[in-house]
């Protein structure tokens, strides 16, 4: 027995836990069949054009930024998205710890 419309592709494991048990989830917004795992809920393409960011990419990211360059800026240096810099921006400053210290004395307003 033949089926009308073979699958073009096989389906691939999970890669966050490497679960077999996948299904078909549609189409991307750019036409690229996804997939989503049944166990942990992650929805994936096969080949991903990009890949994660490497962690030199990262210290790169964090060293511009400790030379207090624009967001935008280090976006256009490093070819990451503003979106993506911006989630990482907040966990940098989720784990900076920040104590000001006692509020200093304020001298009393001239009259
Ligand atoms: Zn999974």
Known sequence: MTTATPDPTPV?????CAA????????????TPT?????CGRRF??????GPV????????RKLLHERVGLRAIA???GLSRSWLQG????VYEE????????????????
């Open 12 to 16: 691939p494991p999970c890669p966050r």
């Open 20 to 31: 077999t048990h996948v299904v078909r989830n549609g189409p991307n917004s750019a036409g």
């Open 35 to 39: 997939f989503r795992c049944r166990a």
């Open 45 to 50: 393409v096969a080949a991903p054009r990009k």
């Open 54 to 61: 490497t962690d030199d990419r990262k210290a790169l990211v």
């Open 76 to 78: 256009r240096v490093t």
């Open 88 to 91: 990482f921006v907040n966990g």
């Open 96 to 111: 900076t710890p920040w104590d000001p210290g006692p509020l200093k004395k304020t001298t009393p307003a001239r009259s």
